[in-house]
T-cell receptor
Framework: GQQLNQSPQSMFIQEGEDVSMNCTSSSIFNTWLWYKQDPGEGPVLLIALYKAGELTSNGRLTAQFGITRKDSFLNISASIPSDVGIYFC????????????FGEGTQLTVNP | EAQVTQNPRYLITVTGKKLTVTCSQN?????MSWYRQDPGLGLRQIYY???????DKGDVPEGYKVSRKEKRNFPLILESPSPNQTSLYFC??????????????FGPGTRLTVT
């Protein structure tokens, strides 16, 4: 299946800094999801987006569904050590029915 | 607590010995799915089910079987495991809304090693 282009692959930041990561696709998506995965655990849903242009927040996290419907970004403000983990984007193409396509993840490291 | 559970969490087995990984969800979700996660390959879908007695192949179904006899359970069966099936496996479930399958909720994972 198609892979999403997620960037950056990894980030090393200082506590308190803001973080931004994004995903792009060559196809039009009707759903964008952002997950966080801690080592040895399953992905946990952070934010779900369903409409082009939609901007949704969950605490210090904000995500947007791109106007072109081919991209999405996730921002984390004022990062803290527990933000460490792998962040995945996932999207559902209009024509895919139920299938989710996943990005390869952004490994975030936060230095105290 | 709404959740997806998987058992076992860790399993080491030998080539050819049949095994089953169970998955159960308590959210009354119609949709359930199995993924495997491998370094450099990300999450890949193995099988999915839109409802009881309805299953379909994902991207990497070879060597796996599933069944959906009850809404809450979706076991993954490896009839004759091979070393290339060593991986981290996740079960996920989702409600089906008017617009289709949307957000998926994942279980904690099963780490399988086949020697």
């Amino acid at each position: 299946g198609q892979q999403l282009n997620q960037s950056p692959q990894s980030m090393f930041i200082q506590e308190g800094e803001d973080v931004s990561m994004n995903c792009t696709s060559s196809s039009i998506f009707n759903t964008w999801l952002w997950y966080k995965q801690d080592p040895g655990e399953g992905p946990v849903l952070l934010i779900a987006l369903y409409k082009a242009g939609e901007l949704t927040s969950n605490g210090r996290l904000t995500a947007q569904f791109g106007i072109t419907r081919k991209d999405s970004f996730l921002n984390i403000s004022a990062s803290i050590p527990s933000d460490v983990g792998i962040y995945f984007c996932a999207g559902q193409e209009e024509t895919s029915g139920s299938r989710l396509t996943f990005g390869e993840g952004t490994q975030l490291t936060v230095n105290p | 607590e709404a959740q997806v559970t998987q058992n076992p969490r860790y399993l080491i087995t030998v080539t050819g010995k049949k095994l089953t990984v169970t998955c159960s969800q308590n959210m009354n979700h119609e949709y359930m799915s199995w993924y495997r996660q491998d370094p450099g390959l990300g999450l890949r879908q193995i099988y999915y089910s839109m409802n009881v007695e309805v299953t379909d192949k994902g991207d990497v179904p070879e060597g796996y079987k599933v069944s959906r006899k009850e809404k809450r359970n979706f076991p993954l069966i490896l009839e004759s495991p091979s070393p290339n099936q060593t991986s981290l496996y996740f079960c996920a479930s989702s409600p089906i809304r008017l617009a289709g399958v949307r957000e998926q909720y994942f279980g904690p994972g099963t780490r399988l090693t086949v020697t």
